[in-house]
Every structure is written in C-alpha cells, then in structure tokens.
Nanobody, 121 residues
Framework: QVQLVESGGGLVQDGGSLRLSCVAS????????MGWYRQAPGKQREFVAT???????NYADSVKGRFTISRDNTKNTVYLQMNSLKPTDTAVYYC???????????????WGQGTQVTVSS
C-alpha cells in the first residue's frame, strides 16, 4: 500500500483559492493513477478529480472550470488547485492512489488522512 499525506487545507473566504498537495511514498509514483475526493459533514465521499498515469484528467461537473488537478512525478506529488471556492466546497479532501484504474476511488487503492477545507460565506 502507498502512504499518502495531504496538506494545504484551511479556511478561506467565498471566492478564494487554495492548493492542496498529496505526497506519495512510493518509488513508482509515475505508474499510479491519482484522484481527489471529498466528504462533507453528513454526506458520502464524492469524486472531485482524477489524473491518470498518462496525464488524462477528469472532473466532477461541480468543480469543472474552477479546480485543476496536476501531478509532478519528480516530486511524487499530486496537486489540486482550487479557485473560485464556494461554501458548498467545504469538506475534508482526500487523496487516493491506485495502480489499476478500476480501483481508483475505492478501498482497493490507498487513502490519505484527509485535509479540511472550509469556505466561509
């Protein structure tokens, strides 16, 4: 299992920006598919964005045009740049890594501990 450590969360005002980072402890990071997911209080965890090992990205409709996922394989890190944040983006954000694309977003992959993002109105 890959160990993942997220950082970059915090409190920001409506319309603000944050950049989340997730560092993976593996020597073969470039071979992993990576994703960001979030869980708001009282809700199920939901998909935010994914980036495949070939660099292809995918976004939830709710964040398209506002969030950007990227990866730096030299730093074993995946990022989530979040702009134009809304109070509805408030959640714990989790990083996920999977060697098989079919496992991305599930417990087949590895999860980080999460980082809290709070957007105030």
């Amino acid at each position: 299992q890959v160990q993942l450590v997220e950082s970059g969360g915090g409190l920001v005002q409506d319309g603000g920006s944050l950049r989340l980072s997730c560092v993976a402890s593996t020597s073969i990071f470039a071979l992993y598919h990576m994703g960001w997911y979030r869980q708001a209080p009282g809700k199920q965890r939901e998909f935010v964005a994914t980036i495949r090992r070939d660099g292809v990205t995918n976004y939830a409709d709710s964040v398209k045009g506002r969030f950007t996922i990227s990866r730096d394989n030299t730093k074993n890190t995946v990022y989530l740049q979040m702009n134009s944040l809304k109070p509805t983006d408030t959640a714990v954000y989790y990083c996920n890594a999977a060697f098989d694309i079919r496992g991305l977003g599930s417990d087949v992959g590895s999860w980080g501990q999460g980082t809290q993002v709070t957007v105030s109105s």
